[in-house]
């Protein structure tokens, strides 16, 4: 959705009868992009990624065929798997999807996205799809319903995400995305660079520090978004990041090491004045138990579990062994 902001003004400024697209509800499509999202105009043109592109042309006629007046439209699209194999998705799917005209779409919003912090937009729809009213939720603002707080969760997980809810006045789609994971590494080597590499492929954002001050400026520069891994086993470094990132709220924080290492750290953070309470917040030894041996493994094993803490999931089954919803 990021991607959209620059072609969304430009088409806004040139008064074009334009819309905003993305998904209201799913199902199938196998592994998607949840932050994906198109800009369709009348005479054909797109901009934007959904579901590869399958969609386009029909998308445009349905936005072509919103009504004088109408602020929404909602349609449902299908590909089954013959169709979805050329597209080069997963597998097939429906889904319902949302046309907004972009003049309906609030300007904060393409603001705050451009800035890269955490917001989310609310768009309610009354019962017949055909008027939609849209506004603005900043992460850590204050709300006081039930779409507003589901935003809050949602930014909170720093991962995109949609959600759809019904009521008594219609339904309210809660589209939410969040500053990307910033990374704190420190540390250096071979292991601080290839966290990196593997950070940067999950489309988050890393910086490498090597001293406690550097690593508090980095933090506090971006609290919003800041997880930390610690790598350093030196004392003058590791107690004093760990201890200010526990201070500053910081949801993932982990520290690589032995059981002796981890047992050294703890009780230099416990004669630092930390809490028991915080200490639980630590991930050390850090990693989800994958069997990594290799700094490659060990790195995907960190970018695991940071994902894992980040969406609310322990890491500790296989998909298999599960009866919910697999992409959520």
């Not at 709300?143 to 219609?170: C, F, I, M, N, W």
């Amino acid at each position: 959705m990021r991607e959209l902001v620059e072609t969304a003004r430009q088409w806004v400024a040139e008064g074009r009868v334009a819309f905003l697209v993305r998904p209201v509800t799913e199902q199938g499509f196998g592994p998607r992009d949840p932050s994906g999202g198109l800009l369709v105009d009348v005479r054909g043109e797109c901009a934007g990624s959904l579901y590869q592109g399958v969609f386009d042309a029909e998308l445009v006629a349905e936005a072509g065929a919103v009504g004088a007046g109408h602020t929404a439209r909602v349609c449902e699209v299908s590909v089954g798997g013959a169709e979805a194999a050329e597209a080069r998705l997963t597998c097939g799917g429906q889904a319902e999807v949302l046309l907004q005209p972009l003049g309906a779409i609030p300007g904060e919003w393409w603001d705050l996205l451009e800035e890269g912090v955490g917001v989310a937009l609310v768009t309610r729809l009354n019962e017949g799809a055909d008027q939609a009213v849209s506004h603005v939720v900043r992460a850590g603002g204050v709300v006081s319903d039930d779409a507003g707080r589901r935003a809050g969760e949602l930014l909170a997980s720093r991962r995109a995400g949609r959600d759809a809810l019904y009521g008594e006045s219609g339904l309210v789609l809660v589209e939410a995305y969040p500053s990307a994971p910033y990374v704190v590494v420190g540390g250096g080597g071979e292991l601080a660079e290839i966290i990196e590499q593997q950070v940067l492929l999950l489309g988050w954002e890393a910086v490498l520090v090597e001293g406690a001050e550097e690593a508090r400026k980095a933090i506090a520069a971006r609290r919003d978004a800041a997880c930390v891994v610690m790598l350093s086993h030196d004392e003058t470094f590791d107690v004093p990041t760990l201890r200010f990132a526990l201070a500053e709220g910081v949801p993932y924080i982990g520290a690589l090491g032995s059981r002796r290492t981890t047992t050294r750290r703890r009780e230099g953070l416990i004669a630092a004045g930390v809490t028991e309470a915080q200490l639980a917040l630590v991930h050390g030894p850090i990693g989800l138990d994958l069997g990594a041996r290799t700094p490659a493994e060990t790195a995907l094993a960190i970018c695991a579990e940071i994902l894992g803490v980040l969406g609310a999931r322990t890491g500790a089954g296989a998909l298999r062994d599960t009866d919910g919803p697999i992409n959520v």
